[in-house]
Nanobody
Framework: QVQLVESGGGLVQAGGSLRLSCTAS??????????MGWFRQAPGKEREFVAS??????TTYYADSVKGRFTRDNAKSTVYLQVDSLKPEDTAVYYC?????????????????????WGQGTQVTVSS
């Protein structure tokens, strides 16, 4: 079982940046064996893909609408999502997700069903 805890959300002005963090408490397997992802969900909308990263950090995928950088520190069991040039439409609850697979294809990485473990989410609000 893997527990994920996000942090770093908050209120930011349009054009600003945020760095979201997600720390995992894992058991049985090294953190580096889990591909990780970020999704977001705005009120009244479906959860949508933001970014993913492979277990060794060598492969990343991003939604076209996101400008940022997804990194991981396996020694700290933590992933980081730096999101830049934020817009009001980026306002949402951002969720960290963990997959049982170490690597994901570009297609599967964008789907919620590829991920087994989910955090509680952190609110990001972008003001205009």
């Amino acid at each position: 079982q893997v527990q994920l805890v996000e942090s770093g959300g908050g209120l930011v002005q349009a054009g600003g940046s945020l760095r979201l963090s997600c720390t995992a408490s894992a058991s049985g397997r090294p953190f580096s064996t889990y591909a990780m992802g970020w999704f977001r969900q705005a009120p009244g909308k479906e959860r949508e893909f933001v970014a993913s990263i492979s277990g060794n950090g060598g492969t990343t995928y991003y939604a076209d609408s996101v400008k940022g950088r997804f990194t991981r520190d396996n020694a700290k069991s933590t992933v980081y999502l730096q999101v830049d040039s934020l817009k009001p439409e980026d306002t949402a609850v951002y969720y960290c997700a963990g997959s049982r697979f170490t690597t994901l294809t570009q297609v599967s990485a964008t789907t919620t069903r590829a991920y087994t473990y989910w955090g509680q989410g952190t609110q990001v609000t972008v003001s205009s």
